[in-house]
């Protein structure tokens, strides 16, 4: 235990894990402190727990439509949607676009970094002869020892 202790690499990786485990306390708390509201949906009304007594009055078969005067609030939208949909799609859209601009730029330094480095790399060690080291040599000498 006491050579593992006075390794660098074991030191290194208990830094890291600490360095993680902190890193993971702080987003944490930034994620629960921005984090909305748990009812920021729509409010689901509560249904009755008898059936209502008297029959409800037949509504007339033309609807009847009122027009706001000049004077009034401005017309809300239906509340069956709670969110514009066409800013989220228009924000889903610019998202998607950088996401994608992002991964053509990383095949690209990819395919760079392959054609750049390791290429020419694994080019020039297949190049140069087998018998790099001595001990693969095959002299004469050798061969004619072996029964």
Known sequence: ?????????????????????????????????????????LAVPSLPASP????????SPLPTTARPSAGSAPVRKPSGVPID??????????????????????????????EAIVLPAVRRAESVKRTTSPAA??????ITKMP
């Open 1 to 41: 235990m006491k050579a593992r202790l006075r390794q660098p690499l074991f030191w290194i990786v208990v830094v890291e894990v600490v360095v993680l485990f902190a890193l993971f306390a702080v987003s944490w708390r930034v994620y629960l402190a921005h984090r909305p509201a748990a009812s920021a949906g």
């Open 85 to 114: 949909v066409g800013a989220l799609n228009r924000d889903q859209a610019g998202l998607e676009r950088t996401e994608d601009a992002i991964l053509v730029r990383l095949v690209r330094v990819a395919r760079d970094y392959l």
């Open 137 to 142: 040599t095959r002299s004469e000498a050798a």
């Open 52 to 59: 209502p007594a008297a029959p409800p009055r037949a509504a």
